[in-house]
Structure formats: structure tokens, C-alpha cells
Nanobody, 126 residues
Framework: QVQLVESGGGSVQAGGSLRLSCAAV?????????MGWFRQAPGKEREGLGI???????TYADSVKGRFTVSRDNAERTLYLQMDSLKPDDTAAYYC???????????????????RGQGTQVTVSS
């Protein structure tokens, strides 16, 4: 089991950037976890955004490819989501998630990963 805490959410104008962080506390080695991000907007289904596997390979949903970047710092047990060129449609609660699987399930499965944080709100105004 792993405990996850997101931070870095806030309000930003369209075209701006935000960087989310996700700190982890785990009994198992953090570097062995598949890590990912998903979001949920009011009235919409959860949407997987991207993953980073144990070899630092990343995969993204088409909706954020080229704008969002997932990275991890295993020494700090922290996951990041760099969000650039933000749009009002990106407004949502953002969650990080972790799964102890191999190979890592793709972005569409992140909402079903075994562990997730409490979320952080991102609001993008036009």
C-alpha cells in the first residue's frame, strides 16, 4: 500500500502553466510502482492522463499529449505533472495514482490503479 498526497493545484489563465507534485509514502520500494495521473471534472467521467513506468518511460492520453509531461524523482519519492498551454477544458480535480504491476497498465487504466491521492483542484479561466 502507498499513501499519496498531491499539491500544486490552483487557478491559472488559459495558455498558462502549472506543475503538480505527488509525494508518496510506501512500504514497498517506490521505484517499483507504476505511477500516473488522472482527472475528473464535474459531471464527467475520470480521465487517465499519463503514466510513467519503472524505467521512466511515459505514455500519454491524446488529449494532453504534447502539453503535459509526467516525471518522477525516485530519490524524493515524488511524481510530477507539468502542465503547459492550459485550456479551460483542463479544469478538473487532478489525482495521482500508483499501482504495483508489471508491465504498467496504460493511461486509460490509471483511474483504476490500486492507490490514489485525495486530489488537487486546477481551474483554468479563459
Amino acid at each position: 500500500q502507498v499513501q499519496l498526497v498531491e499539491s500544486g493545484g490552483g487557478s491559472v489563465q488559459a495558455g498558462g502553466s502549472l506543475r503538480l507534485s505527488c509525494a508518496a509514502v510506501s512500504r514497498r520500494p517506490y521505484e517499483n510502482y507504476c505511477m500516473g495521473w488522472f482527472r475528473q471534472a464535474p459531471g464527467k467521467e475520470r480521465e487517465g492522463l499519463g503514466i510513467i513506468d519503472t524505467a521512466f518511460r511515459t505514455t500519454y492520453a491524446d488529449s494532453v499529449k504534447g502539453r503535459f509531461t509526467v516525471s518522477r524523482d525516485n530519490a524524493e519519492r515524488t511524481l510530477y505533472l507539468q502542465m503547459d498551454s492550459l485550456k479551460p477544458d483542463d479544469t478538473a480535480a487532478y489525482y495521482c495514482a500508483a499501482d504495483y504491476s508489471y508491465p504498467c497498465p496504460g493511461p486509460q487504466f490509471v483511474p483504476r490503479y490500486g492507490n490514489r491521492g485525495q486530489g488537487t483542484q486546477v481551474t483554468v479561466s479563459s
